[in-house]
């Protein structure tokens, strides 16, 4: 899940990371690298809210084609979080939906960012919750390194190195108007 | 939203904080459906239950909702012969603090003891009853189920029956739906309407004048008996029969599709005759089962200053 | 210090609106000289006491002293000595003791301690009925003799309206003043507050204003018949005091009395079930306050007393509903008064005086406090520049049921001087 620091975002050392069409080119790249693994076997996807839901929906779209309709879930691991007691208001639920068995499916969870693994821990959480899955992946758009917990992703569209100070603001049409994602590094 | 350490009554909630538990509510309840019912946002928290007037129902709910979002739970009894000694209510808290609980659930015959533990304690509080004052879970669960079945609530109309005067559930209902922008009626005897009502309760001179107003749901109180005995009614049966919801007026709610609801439990003859029981439009079940989704938001939303 | 001498004080008195600049020489327990600009004397020592208002004593006919038996909350010690710290200079202790003082004996035994422990007079009424159960005449004769001031069940109304009848002519006898606390104690039933939206919204059982108007109106009513003296206590709803005005104006002799809590507070004032709001009869509407204040200023009350009603903290720390009625008030009685009314103009001095020095002596068949030269000394320094802050320590009384309790109150009392004792010196200590 990325920030949405709005500050943070648009002071001037903000960099362009990737523009519209890189990020088409990312969703494509994942597309194809999931299609190289799960040829056969059934799939199933779950995007974790807000921005890997999006993310989640569009690979979807783009593998329609070869593997048909993949069963999609959302996934809102607010309620998994490990650092709800530091936060001021608690945040409020999307709310969980998977509309299918988990109980021995294959997996992909998505999401926006990989950051310190916290979120996919929380998610892995969630969903073992809901049952046992044979297999879980994780597909990310960006995996920003300075991991916190042992977790590393399957699919990743760009591999971005940072200070764990930075950050990274992802930006997706169907809940932020454009797509693009920028990079403030932190002030020295 | 500013946190919140306490739940005392519905009239100091905003609005936001109000539509946070009810919208809250609905990814709670979604939970049901699945075979692990429990989710762990107070983990290694604990939640006690104080309850100096005895309600199965409500101690069972609040007790069920905690557990679900993982809570550890305790009830604490307290002993009526500490209670007619005087011990207070304080000393008790004392105690409780000393036990490092998180939250406290209280239920008291006496208005305005949980704002009294409230100041006393860095636990939150939620309010489970106290005496006529109020009872906020009740009402963010019936404006839940409100929702469920009308949407949006602008302009529906709720007509209370019963003891306005003494229901604590009523002022809370009444206030919860005031905010919500729904429009509020209330029958009953004229000993048990307050002379000092809200402005927003309508009132009418008899059911069938409350039932031209069209309601979009009936809302029935609970009759406590001691009223009768305290003269605030001639008997149960008048009671029935001038403000109950007979047979025969069940049937003319039934031809305009009203809805009926109920915070339980029901004196069977009294509020309600039997037919009411199995009409299909009765909110009576998904009350109960939406009071479980709701205390969980409850718990959820709230921010004890324990440690 | 047998003599010293007051420089520019303020002298406040029941007939002047205007405050008088003057010194005092006081001499022995005895006003030497008074007047401005008296010639120092060799030896005598003399205070500053420019901007400070000089009052004869005050006096509160509406106290309860708790003792004998429930010494936990005040006894005829700490409750006088809170009176001298409230520039009080003679109290009227009510008789709702445990036991009641009901009979000769109990009056001679509470007037015995007095003369022990008090510094200052402490007078005491006595019950209408035994054990202030409404059902016997007390032993009015007895205590009479003993010396009560007044007969009343303070706390609780005489319900049966024959045995008051009766003791109303009994009492008109001795030229006893038969002291009322009105209220209907059906209507109230277990009322804690006022009935109105702010009962309903705290879900606390209300007590109708009418409880108390009712039983004004049938208490002077058959003071009326019997030709007895009736004095109502702490009258609380504009009604209530209308209903005494109307008598008033037909001639009929009648008394009552206002307290300082019902002309400053409210019910909205009860918040979040704040127990130091909790008094009975209870605090009424915003618009009761005016019509109270507005009644003072037009004499309709005869007096001012505080009903003060000391409770422990245990017990006002039960919830609103089970916390005991009361309020105390002699230390907070003038400062409060003088910042909600005479600063601000509500009011001057001189009603001060009349209503909480004068009157209340007069009642009692006693000469006010006079300043002129060889009377006897009574005297209350006040100074209105400083500020008073009711902490547990200053207080004197053993219960702290206040919501001034740690609040600041404008004006302080500085110096309390009865015949030849200095009993409370806050002035001189400072000066030196």
């Known amino acids: 899940?990325?920030?949405?620091?709005?500050?943070?975002?648009?002071?001037?050392?903000?960099?362009?990371?990737?523009?519209?069409?890189?990020?088409?080119?990312?969703?494509?790249?994942?597309?194809?690298?999931?299609?190289?693994?799960?040829?056969?076997?059934?799939?199933?996807?779950?995007?974790?809210?807000?921005?890997?839901?999006?993310?989640?929906?569009?690979?979807?779209?783009?593998?329609?084609?070869?593997?048909?309709?993949?069963?999609?879930?959302?996934?809102?691991?607010?309620?998994?979080?490990?650092?709800?007691?530091n936060m001021g208001a608690m945040p409020s639920l999307k709310g969980t939906d998977i509309p299918f068995s988990v109980e021995g499916a294959h997996i992909i969870l998505f999401d926006d960012v990989l950051f310190t693994g916290r979120t996919i821990k929380a998610a892995i959480d969630a969903l073992t919750d809901y049952g046992r899955p044979?297999?879980?992946?994780?597909?990310?758009?960006?995996?920003?390194?300075?991991?916190?917990?042992?977790?590393?992703?399957?699919?990743?569209?760009?591999?971005?190195?940072?200070?764990?100070?930075?950050?990274?603001?992802?930006?997706?049409?169907?809940?932020?108007?454009e797509d693009g994602i920028y990079q403030t590094k932190k002030p020295d | 939203m500013e946190p919140r350490k306490d739940l005392l009554d519905i009239a100091s909630l905003n609005l936001e904080?109000?539509?946070?538990?009810?919208?809250?509510?609905?990814p709670f309840k979604e939970l049901f459906r699945k075979s692990i019912k429990k989710v762990p946002p107070l983990r290694g928290k604990t939640v006690l239950t104080l309850f100096y007037e005895p309600s199965t129902r409500t101690r069972s709910s609040f007790e069920i909702a905690?557990?679900?979002?993982?809570?550890?739970?305790?009830?604490?009894?307290?002993?009526?012969?500490?209670?007619?000694?005087?011990?207070?209510?304080?000393?008790?808290?004392?105690?409780?603090?000393?036990?490092?609980?998180?939250?406290?659930?209280?239920?008291?015959?006496?208005?305005?003891?949980?704002?009294?533990?409230?100041?006393?304690?860095?636990?939150?509080?939620?309010?489970?009853?106290?005496?006529?004052?109020?009872?906020?879970?009740?009402?963010?669960?019936?404006?839940?189920?409100?929702?469920?079945?009308?949407?949006?609530?602008?302009?529906?109309?709720?007509l209370i029956v019963g003891d306005i005067l003494h229901s604590r559930v009523a002022r809370s209902v009444?206030?919860?739906?005031?905010?919500?922008?729904?429009?509020?009626?209330?029958?009953?005897?004229?000993?048990?309407i307050p002379r000092h009502r809200p402005a927003f309760m309508r009132t009418f001179s008899s059911y069938d004048e409350a039932l031209d107003w069209k309601p979009d749901t009936i809302y029935l109180l609970r009759v406590q008996l001691e009223r009768q005995k305290d003269q605030f009614f001639p008997s149960l049966n008048e009671y029935h029969n001038v403000y109950g919801l007979t047979d025969e007026r069940f049937r003319r709610i039934e031809g305009e599709g009203t809805w009926v609801m109920h915070p339980g439990p029901v004196n069977r003859g009294v509020e309600l005759g039997d037919a009411v029981m199995n009409y299909e439009r009765t909110l009576i079940n998904q009350q109960v089962e939406n009071g479980i989704a709701v205390r969980m938001a409850v718990l959820y939303w709230l921010k004890p200053q324990t440690d | 210090m047998d003599a010293f001498i007051l420089r520019n004080g303020q002298l406040a008195q029941e007939d002047s609106p205007d405050l008088t600049e003057t010194d005092?020489?006081?001499?022995?327990?005895?006003?030497?000289?008074?007047?401005?600009?008296l010639p120092a004397v060799d030896g005598v020592p003399e205070f500053d006491v420019t901007g400070r208002v000089l009052l004869p004593g005050l006096f509160d006919v509406h106290v309860h002293l708790r003792e004998p038996g429930r010494e936990d909350k005040e006894t005829i010690k700490t409750g006088s000595e809170a009176a001298i710290n409230g520039g009080v200079t003679g109290i009227v202790a009510m008789p709702n003791c445990t036991p009641a003082i009901d009979s000769g004996g109990m009056?001679?035994?509470?007037?015995?301690?007095?003369?022990?422990?008090?510094?200052?007079?402490?007078?005491?009424?006595?019950?209408?009925?035994?054990?202030?159960?409404?059902?016997?005449?007390?032993?009015?004769?007895?205590?009479?003799?003993?010396?009560?001031?007044?007969?009343?069940?303070?706390?609780?109304?005489?319900?049966?309206?024959?045995?008051?009848?009766?003791?109303?002519?009994?009492?008109?006898?001795?030229?006893?003043?038969?002291?009322?606390?009105?209220?209907?104690?059906?209507?109230?039933?277990?009322?804690?507050?006022?009935?109105?939206?702010?009962s309903y919204r705290l879900g606390i059982p209300g007590i109708p204003a009418e409880s108390e108007e009712i039983c004004i109106s049938r208490d002077i009513r058959l003071a009326h018949l019997t030709g007895a003296h009736v004095h109502i206590?702490?009258?609380?709803?504009?009604?209530?005091?209308?209903?005494?005005?109307?008598?008033?104006?037909?001639?009929?002799?009648?008394?009552?009395?206002?307290?300082?809590?019902?002309?400053?507070?409210?019910?909205?004032?009860?918040?979040?079930?704040?127990?130091?709001?909790?008094?009975?009869?209870?605090?009424?509407?915003?618009?009761?306050?005016?019509?109270?204040?507005?009644?003072?200023?037009?004499?309709?009350?005869?007096?001012?007393?505080?009903?003060?009603?000391?409770?422990?903290?245990?017990?006002?720390?039960?919830?609103?509903?089970?916390?005991?009625?009361?309020i105390t008030g002699l230390e907070t009685a003038l400062p409060s008064l003088y910042q909600e009314f005479i600063k601000p103009g509500h009011f001057g001095w001189d009603l001060l005086v009349k209503r909480y020095s004068a009157e209340p002596r007069r009642l009692l068949g006693h000469d006010p406090v006079v300043f002129k030269e060889g009377s006897p000394v009574n005297l209350t320094i006040f100074h209105p520049d400083k500020e008073t802050h009711f902490t547990t320590s200053f207080m004197q009384s053993k219960s702290k049921n206040t919501p001034f309790l740690d609040q600041h109150v404008q004006g302080h009392v500085e110096m309390v001087v009865l015949d030849d004792a200095i009993l409370l010196d806050r002035l001189t200590a400072n000066a030196s």
Do not use: W
């Open chain 3, 233 to 326: 206590q702490h009258v609380t709803s504009g009604e209530g005091m209308r209903i005494i005005e109307r008598f008033k104006e037909d001639g009929i002799h009648v008394t009552c009395e206002v307290s300082p809590h019902h002309l400053i507070f409210n019910e909205t004032h009860i918040q979040d079930y704040d127990t130091h709001y909790k008094m009975n009869p209870p605090l009424r509407r915003p618009e009761d306050n005016a019509i109270l204040l507005d009644g003072l200023k037009r004499g309709i009350f005869d007096v001012i007393a505080t009903d003060h009603a000391p409770h422990t903290d245990f017990e006002k720390q039960l919830d609103f509903g089970s916390a005991p009625f009361g």
């Open chain 2, 66 to 158: 905690a557990k679900r979002v993982s809570a550890d739970v305790t009830n604490f009894t307290v002993g009526s012969s500490s209670v007619v000694k005087g011990e207070s209510v304080l000393d008790t808290i004392d105690t409780l603090q000393a036990m490092k609980c998180d939250y406290i659930v209280v239920r008291h015959q006496a208005a305005g003891v949980p704002n009294m533990i409230a100041k006393h304690t860095k636990a939150s509080v939620v309010n489970a009853g106290d005496g006529f004052h109020a009872h906020p879970t009740q009402a963010l669960l019936d404006a839940f189920t409100l929702r469920e079945t009308f949407g949006d609530l602008e302009n529906k109309k709720i």
């Open chain 3, 107 to 198: 009056v001679q035994s509470v007037l015995d301690i007095a003369s022990r422990d008090a510094r200052i007079p402490v007078y005491t009424t006595g019950c209408i009925t035994k054990g202030r159960l409404g059902k016997e005449l007390a032993n009015i004769g007895g205590m009479h003799a003993r010396g009560a001031v007044m007969i009343t069940d303070d706390g609780d109304p005489v319900g049966n309206h024959q045995i008051l009848r009766r003791a109303m002519e009994y009492a008109r006898e001795f030229g006893l003043i038969v002291a009322s606390h009105c209220e209907v104690k059906e209507l109230s039933g277990v009322g804690a507050m006022n009935e109105g939206e702010v």
């Open chain 3, 24 to 37: 005092l020489f006081i001499e022995s327990g005895k006003l030497k000289a008074i007047g401005p600009q």
């Open chain 1, 134 to 177: 044979q297999l879980i992946e994780l597909a990310v758009l960006i995996d920003r390194g300075n991991r916190e917990l042992p977790i590393a992703p399957n699919y990743v569209g760009l591999t971005v190195p940072t200070d764990k100070h930075d950050y990274i603001r992802v930006r997706l049409r169907e809940h932020d108007g």
């Open chain 2, 17 to 26: 904080e109000i539509e946070f538990v009810l919208k809250t509510a609905g």
């Open chain 1, 1 to 85: 899940m990325s920030d949405t620091n709005q500050d943070a975002a648009s002071s001037n050392t903000m960099e362009v990371l990737l523009r519209p069409d890189d990020i088409a080119h990312k969703m494509r790249r994942l597309a194809l690298q999931i299609l190289e693994r799960h040829a056969k076997a059934p799939l199933r996807f779950i995007g974790i809210h807000t921005r890997g839901v999006i993310i989640g929906e569009r690979v979807r779209e783009l593998l329609r084609e070869d593997l048909g309709e993949i069963p999609y879930g959302t996934l809102d691991i607010s309620l998994y979080r490990d650092d709800l007691d």
């Open chain 2, 174 to 192: 009444g206030r919860i739906c005031e905010k919500l922008g729904m429009k509020i009626g209330v029958l009953g005897p004229g000993s048990l």
